[in-house]
């Protein structure tokens, strides 16, 4: 007994686990079952009832209804006490009432296999109440009066309605009469001078091949009846549908129809009939409307309660069949075909904010998608109060290119422009029943373009615009090659833009004044190259030098216009309230661009020149040093005068060449940490917002050019400021400057540096020891720096108790001619002095450097009989323009002192401002192509190198050959 207990208790282990129960999945339950949701489970009904729904049972025909409780177990234990449900059977020649609570009897009689009352005729109901809703004694059928009809469930008749309600019509039996379209239409439409039926009406074109759209074909002449003779709006809007489908071609009969129509029957003060095109000639007048009298400002600027903030653009829609489904404002991704979350797509919505989202999806799911059309209106308020709709055209481009559609551009006023549009359209092109389109047209790319009031006209109209105009271009696409998995791509774009006529006019005419003064500049820098090379009047290298200056320049002029242009729109439009300016649309930074790419190429020239100009300059290391007197009696063996201070003062010429006043790896570092860790780039997005980091999941609109290239400058400008202010204010203040180490190096090695940049011009470095002599052990040179500091010798100065060691200087002919003599073809035979030379090379060498440091010891020592200098200082005009007013036609050169860095000209420091413009434009140039800060960043870089580095090699080349020093020895 105790086995037989466990075994059960095994058993129904299960059924005593309270958290365990048996299910069934809901609508597996049999005909005679339902589900009981405590359960969840199927439950048999009782005998003699049936299932109802999912979860309760009814009464079996033949049985009418005693008890519904609402509990449908059906077990016996329920049922004897007294719950659930309870059925009782009908006697013979009875029926169950429709109720399920009586039995009735049938005057048709009954159907012994359903139990049920024999049907009545097609136009009689079932009738088994009085009109009081007495209860009578039999179910009897009563026959339906014309113009009415049994309803669906055949218990009572209903009158005609199926559309057109017309006199005398649909009131046959059963409401009978010829459908179309499911229309009761008369046979004769009568329509023959609004719309007469052809093939051609009926045709599509996709791309090269024609289709007989069975869309059309149904719903063609329907629409032109109901619309042209009853106005319906619906078949109204059907037959503008269609003519939308058919790309607004005025010669389809569909469009021809509607504008038919609406010439009929609208007029100025009503509109009975939609209106798809804009009458000819009309499109520039209404593009240049200021009809729309809602002011906008940008988001943050302003309180947003009154939204004007917002582009509050109104967008109707319409089925494929012409049947209004809403007019609302648009919202977050009404115009996108791809899945775009809300959040980042409700950015297109806010006013001033540039907006472009491109996707791509399976070309599959366009068959899956429901064709609806389109109309955009603008809100408005009027001056009387009213709210208003401004109809917003589009304008479909039939261009495949960009350039295409800026060629339209120019012709505003011949655009046609059109109020309704679709997405998708996937019913077209059915040529049957059923059948899948063969193609599905689609919309590639939307543009909803705002122009702005010009301001500068109407100051008093800050933030209106004119009317919008939306860009459509539309593509086809094959089921074949959907099937075959291709991929389309749909772009949405809400761009904005402004008349830019004037703006570029006062471009031109800054361009234009400047540019004088920049041509009369130049001029004058041309003149003072064709004094210093002693041209006597004008040749083709003094106009070759006007056209290299005037390049230079010009470069700044054109760049200084366009940045300043590009940085207050950059300023006025991320910080203005009311919008009075806008960012000017890609298209129209076309004339930014252009004159960038002119400073860049003027600017190139004048770089190569510059760099061409320094590397051919004629340098000599003139010698002060004596050899000491020697007690032998044989003068040949007087101990030479040592050449290392002249290799010691050439090296450090040699690597103060290419020193800058800013160091490009610092410049590029600090600008691309500006950039892109702090995230200042993000302030040049073509949106009103200023944050160096957007916020995730929103929208960042794309960068405007102009943004970019006015952030740019600033960020690179202000570095180089910062560094330049650094390096020459503070560092060669406080730590070290290396061309006043020069000069004292020069006075320590007693060497003077005598250069020459043109035929009779140049600089000279003084210098020339205060103690006559360089050649000495440390004992000497320590006692010889210590004299100076207690000023007991002489000043290092050219003249006697100065200390101006640095000169620019006019040179006569003659001293440029005896140069050309004695030095010129000891260069040009000797070279770099890589190779072996011959002795009598040699010989010439040593004899040209003996003779001219000679020539010119006794020249600066006014030794020279017939040859002589002054020492004066530039007037302020000369000083400003960098020009010889002297005349230098005798044999008198001129010596004009400076702050001691004029022959700064002859190395890259003197050109810091010419090479930080230089790499400003290299790095706008490089964005402009690549739209990277750090690419640009990066080119520049290795473009200063490689300049800096072709400087220093071409340089040291002339210096080794020029002042005839062995190029080794130059490191």
């Not at 009782?88 to 049938?106: F, P």
């Not at 005025?250 to 798809?276: F, G, M, W, Y």
């Not at 494929?320 to 979350?341: K, Y």
């Not at 422009?417 to 047209?441: C, H, I, M, W, Y």
Request: with cysteine; aromatic share 10%.
């Amino acid at each position: 007994m105790i086995l037989i207990f466990f075994l059960l208790l095994i058993v129904n282990s299960e059924a005593l686990e309270s958290n365990t129960i048996r299910y069934d999945k809901p609508g597996t339950c049999s005909s005679n079952s339902s589900y009981n949701p405590v359960k969840l489970s199927c439950v048999l009904c009782s005998p003699s009832s049936v299932s109802r729904d999912l979860v309760s049972c009814r009464c079996k025909a033949g049985y009418y209804t005693l008890q519904d409780t609402g509990f449908y177990m059906g077990s016996l234990r329920d049922r004897q006490g007294g719950l659930g449900l309870s059925c009782g059977e009908c006697g013979a020649g009875l029926v169950t009432s429709q109720d399920g609570r009586m039995c009735l009897k049938c005057q048709q009689g009954i159907d012994p296999g359903t139990k049920t009352c024999l049907p009545c005729p097609d136009d009689h109901i079932q009738i088994e109440r009085d009109q009081s809703g007495q209860l009578l004694t039999e179910i009897t059928c009563l026959k339906c009066s014309p113009g009415s009809k049994p309803d669906s469930s055949r218990k009572y008749c209903i009158p005609c309605t199926q559309l057109p309600l017309l006199p005398n019509h649909n009131i046959a039996p059963q409401c009978s009469c010829t459908k179309r379209s499911g229309l009761c239409l008369p046979t004769n439409l009568d329509i023959s001078d609004i719309y007469i039926e052809s093939p051609s009406a009926y045709t599509i074109k996709y791309g090269t091949e024609e289709i007989q759209s069975t869309f059309l074909k149904d719903r063609m002449t329907v629409s032109a009846y109901m619309c042209g003779r009853q106005l319906n709006s619906t078949s109204c809007n059907l037959l503008a549908n269609l003519c939308t489908l058919t790309g607004h071609r005025r010669e389809h009969p569909a469009c021809s129809t509607l504008k038919r129509i609406a010439d009929r029957n609208n007029d100025q003060t009503s509109r009975r009939v939609p209106v798809l095109f804009l009458p000819g000639g009309q499109s520039l007048s209404t593009l240049e409307s200021e009809a729309i009298l809602s002011t906008h400002s940008l988001r943050g600027r302003k309180s947003n309660k009154d939204g004007s903030h917002s582009l509050n653009l109104t967008v109707a829609r319409y089925s494929d069949t012409g049947e209004f489904l809403s007019l609302d404002v648009v919202e977050g991704n009404v115009f996108h075909l791809c899945n775009v979350s809300s959040v980042e797509s409700d950015a297109a919505w806010e006013f001033g904010t540039r907006y472009k989202k491109t996707c791509k999806l399976p070309a599959s799911e366009l068959w899956k998608m429901r064709t609806e059309f389109y109309d955009l209106y603008y809100p408005f308020t009027s001056k009387l109060g009213n709210q208003m709709l401004y109809t917003v055209f589009s304008r479909i481009l039939d261009g495949d290119t960009e350039q295409e559609d800026e060629e339209e551009e120019q012709d505003m006023k011949n655009w046609e422009l059109t109020s309704r549009f679709f997405l998708v359209d996937n019913v077209g092109a059915s040529q049957g029943p059923g059948e899948r389109p063969k193609f599905v047209r689609y919309l590639a790319h939307m543009d909803i373009v705002i122009t702005l009031l010009n301001t500068r006209k109407n100051p008093d109209k800050p933030g209106r615009i004119h009317p919008p105009v939306v860009k459509l271009r539309y593509k086809e696409v094959s089921l074949e090659d959907a099937e075959r998995g291709q991929e389309v791509e749909m772009t949405f774009a809400v761009s904005y833009r402004m008349d830019m006529k004037r703006v570029e006019k006062d471009v031109e005419i800054a361009v234009g004044v400047m540019s004088a003064l920049a041509v009369l500049l130049s001029a004058v820098e041309a003149w003072s190259w064709s004094k210093r090379s002693g041209k006597v009047g004008v040749d083709a290298k003094s106009l070759l030098k006007l056209i290299v200056s005037t390049a230079g320049n010009l470069s700044h002029i054109f760049l200084a216009v366009i940045f300043f242009s590009s940085l207050y729109w950059f300023i006025f439009f991320k910080q203005q309230t009311f919008v009075h300016t806008l960012l000017p649309a890609q298209e129209q930074e076309t004339f930014i661009k252009q004159y960038l790419i002119s400073a860049f190429s003027l600017k190139l020239v004048d770089v190569v020149v510059l760099i061409l100009g320094q590397v051919t300059v004629d340098v000599f290391l003139l010698d002060w040093e004596r050899p000491p007197p020697s007690g032998s009696k044989v003068e040949e063996e007087d101990p030479p005068v040592s050449v290392w201070r002249t290799y010691l003062v050439a090296n450090e010429w040699n690597e103060i060449q290419t020193r800058r006043k800013t160091n490009i790896s610092l410049q590029v570092i600090c600008f691309l940490i500006l950039m892109k860790v702090c995230g200042m780039e993000n302030l040049s997005t073509a949106d009103p917002h200023n944050r160096l980091w957007p916020e995730e999941g929103k929208y960042m609109a794309e960068h405007s050019y102009v943004c970019r290239f006015a952030l740019g400058i600033c960020v690179w400008g202000l570095i180089s400021v910062v560094q330049a202010f650094f390096w020459v204010v503070v560092y060669n203040g406080v730590v070290e400057d290396k061309l006043a180490q020069f000069t004292d190096i020069c006075s320590l090695s007693n060497i003077s540096v005598f250069v020459m940049s043109h035929s009779h011009f140049g600089y000279y470095i003084h210098g020339k020891s205060a103690h006559g002599t360089a050649d000495t052990n440390m004992a000497g040179l320590l006692e010889q720096l210590q004299r100076e500091a207690d000023d007991l010798c002489g000043h290092r100065g050219l003249q006697a108790g100065s200390d101006h060691q640095t000169f620019s200087m006019t040179l006569p002919l003659t001293l440029r001619s005896y140069y050309d003599k004695v030095v010129v073809p000891a260069s040009k035979s000797g070279g770099n002095r890589q190779g072996r030379m011959t002795g009598t090379v040699l010989q010439n060498m040593v004899h040209a450097y003996t003779t001219m440091n000679r020539f010119l010891t006794r020249f600066l020592e006014h030794a020279l009989k017939d040859m002589d200098y002054e020492v004066k200082e530039k007037n302020f005009l000369e000083s400003v323009l960098d020009i010889e007013f002297h005349e230098n036609t005798g044999d008198k050169a001129v010596l004009y002192t400076d702050n001691g860095h004029s022959f700064d000209n002859l190395l890259l420091y003197g050109h810091e401002f010419t090479l930080t413009i230089w790499e400003i434009l290299v790095m706008s140039f490089v964005d402009l192509l690549a739209q990277d800060f750090l690419l640009a960043a990066i080119i520049t870089y290795f473009v200063s190198k490689f300049i800096s580095n072709v400087r220093y090699i071409l340089g040291r080349s002339n210096l080794a050959t020029k002042t005839l020093i062995d190029k080794r020895f130059l490191i």
